[in-house]
């Protein structure tokens, strides 16, 4: 007899959102989503890039370094190199990975003021920071040294965030402009010397790519539930199964910043 095809895609949905809200989102390794979701890749290569600057670096820091995979994928490391994370999970898995290649992990509340003193560093990285504190990176930074850093663009996955939260105020939609960062860049003292954005799309193959993303990055959906959002996860699930993959936005912005001599 064949199967009711209401219930096999309910008893799918079922299984793909239990096996998505099992799995842990420590860290900042997003290898789960392989084959359940895809997202372009900025034209930049921000971890080659960054790479490179520490490879030529004599003392360099890591801001919100996550479970610290972007720095440990460095070829070469300079001969005093610290990360910050404040979340107690990441601060565990970075201080594993990141203590055998001799860098050393603090944990810091990600405000200011940063621990470290003026001047401390020739190089201030980060990788999508929730909070960029142009100030405290002016002031670590030695004269003549770089603040070099991917960050999250506006209204990014936003079509992802309006399918959940409905349609988001032109306020919400401003915040992360790339503009605003030079701008406060310029205001604390750097010289921003290159600024680039970029669009890149993004697709979720299943439910479960969307649970996941949504509990691991916990600003998209902020309090972000399987039970307080089930009618919303149901009838994504159905659209995807019935017309294929949920496509979104990603944005992204590169920009470096120097620190007059």
Do not use: C
């Amino acid at each position: 007899m064949p199967g009711n095809p209401d219930g096999d895609e309910h008893a799918r949905f079922e299984r793909l959102v239990a096996e998505a809200a099992a799995v842990p989102v420590d860290g900042w390794d997003f290898s789960w989503l392989d084959g359940r979701a895809t997202e372009e890749r900025p034209s930049w290569g921000y971890a080659r890039a960054m790479g490179d600057r520490l490879g030529r670096a004599r003392a360099a820091l890591d801001i919100q370094t996550g479970g610290g995979e972007v720095l440990a994928s460095a070829p070469k490391l300079p001969p005093l190199t610290v990360a910050t994370e404040s979340w107690p999970p990441n601060i565990a898995r970075a201080t594993a990975r990141l203590h055998p290649l001799g860098a050393v992990v603090v944990a810091d509340a990600d405000e200011p003021p940063l621990p470290f003193g003026d001047a401390a560093f020739d190089l201030v990285t980060s990788r999508h920071p929730v909070t960029t504190w142009w100030t405290e990176i002016a002031r670590v930074l030695q004269p003549g040294g770089t603040y070099f850093s991917q960050q999250v663009g506006p209204a990014s996955v936003f079509e992802l965030v309006e399918y959940f939260l409905g349609p988001q105020p032109s306020s919400a939609r401003g915040v992360r402009d790339p503009r605003r960062a030079r701008e406060e860049a310029e205001a604390a003292g750097l010289d921003v010397v290159d600024l680039r954005p970029e669009t890149l799309r993004t697709e979720f193959f299943d439910i479960g790519a969307v649970v996941y993303f949504l509990r691991k990055v916990i600003w998209m959906v902020p309090g972000f539930t399987v039970e307080q959002y089930r009618p919303q996860l149901a009838s994504l699930h159905h659209l995807i199964e019935t017309e294929g993959p949920f496509v979104a936005h990603t944005t992204r912005f590169l920009i470096e910043a120097r620190k007059p001599l």
